[in-house]
């Protein structure tokens, strides 16, 4: 099992930054695909970002709508992934979740490839 545990979540003005974070608990975690995806209020949850490494590389993968602007890295020596935000604007408001896949074949974008969650943070962006 899996424990994953967000942070850094909370208000930004428009046009701000904020960096979450996603502890995760195992020895297996640089094995793991690490996402990150977002629910809005009213909204289903949607993908934002994935990454995955290996040794000597890694790849990554964004939604459209955050490309340029958000940036997924992880660190495997302290099974953290983060996700830095830029140029936040207020629909980007929503919970961030951060999710593993312990079986990766691809950098999946669907919440069913993802077997671990976290329970989320809260980022608001105010215009």
């Known amino acids: 099992q899996v424990q994953l545990v967000e942070s850094g979540g909370g208000l930004v003005q428009a046009g701000g930054s904020l960096r979450l974070s996603c502890a995760a608990s195992?020895?297996?975690?640089?094995?793991?695909?690490m996402g990150w995806f977002r629910q809005a209020p009213g909204k289903e949850r949607e993908f934002v970002a994935a990454?995955?490494?290996?040794?000597?590389?890694?790849?990554?993968r964004y939604a459209d709508s955050v490309k340029g602007r958000f940036t997924i890295s992880r660190d495997n020596a302290k099974n953290t992934v983060y996700l830095q935000m830029n140029s936040l604007k207020p629909e980007d408001t929503a919970i961030y979740y951060c999710?593993?896949?312990?079986?990766?074949?691809?950098?999946?974008?669907?919440?069913?490839?993802?077997?671990?969650w976290g329970q989320g943070t809260q980022v608001t962006v105010s215009s």
């Open positions: 999710a593993a896949d312990r079986t990766p074949l691809i950098l999946a974008t669907t919440q069913d490839s993802y077997d671990f």
């Open positions: 195992g020895r297996t975690f640089s094995n793991y695909a």
């Open positions: 990454a995955i490494s290996w040794s000597g590389g890694g790849n990554t």
